[in-house]
């Protein structure tokens, strides 16, 4: 079955430092969606990346989906305390089942003040 | 409304027990999802409902038994767990699939104990 590799799992750095999670798919990906799920929170929809190469930005965080559509990275400049979470990156492949994402293993982010 | 909510908050059930979870939507979406989410772990695909019906198990075990009754609520019923089975339970819609482009909207969850 389709297999994604998130790395690293866990980041801790000084706020004001830049910060960036990458997922990696064994298979090629149709789309891409990353979420952030805070601490006893529940996951909330980031942003989704449907073509080869794309990139994308939210104020202070870029996604990227790469040429292959089989990896993708979220980098998040400055970080703030407000970005403290797990951010996950859920893929869809074109071979599996129509309604299936499969969700990377998370990057948790600790932020210090 | 553009939120999903989840019915008990917390739920604490022996392993004879019978309860229900349940999620409710408003936003018109017509795919909905179950997720198990264990601390630490990613959220589990479970159960995915387009259109009212089911079209994915994940091969789940009959102990959980999910029911869509209409487009806006989704169920899992509960019998005979495991204290393994004790996890977040998420619950998640999204307009059309995820195959379709359509981002997941997840509710809150319902944190189970199994004892």
């Known amino acids: 079955g389709q297999q994604v590799m998130q790395i690293p799992q866990y980041q801790h750095v000084q706020e004001g430092e830049d910060f960036t999670t990458y997922c990696n798919s064994s298979t090629t990906l149709s789309n891409i969606q990353w979420y952030k799920q805070r601490p006893g929170g529940h996951p909330v929809f980031l942003i989704q990346l449907v073509k080869s190469g794309e990139v994308k930005k939210q104020k202070r965080l870029t996604f990227q989906f790469g040429e292959a559509k089989k990896n993708s990275s979220l980098h998040i400049t400055a970080t703030q305390t407000t970005d403290v979470g797990t951010y996950f990156c859920a893929a869809i492949s074109y071979n599996t089942n129509a309604g299936k994402s499969t969700f990377g293993d998370g990057t948790t982010l600790t932020v210090k003040p | 409304d553009t939120e999903v909510t989840q019915t008990p908050k917390h739920l604490v059930m022996g392993m004879t027990n019978k309860k229900s979870l349940k999620c409710e939507q408003h936003m018109g979406h017509r795919a909905m999802y179950w997720y198990k989410q264990k601390a630490k772990k990613p959220p589990e695909l479970m159960f995915v409902y387009s259109y009212e019906k089911l079209s994915i198990n994940e091969s789940v075990p009959s102990r959980f038994s999910p029911e869509c009754p209409n487009s806006s609520l989704l169920n899992l019923h509960l019998h005979a767990l495991q204290p393994e089975d004790s996890a977040l339970y998420l619950c998640?819609?999204?307009?059309?699939?995820?195959?379709?482009?359509?981002?997941?909207?997840f509710g809150p969850g319902t944190r189970l104990t199994v004892l």
């Open positions: 998640a819609s999204s307009q059309g699939t995820v195959s379709s482009y359509n981002e997941q909207f």
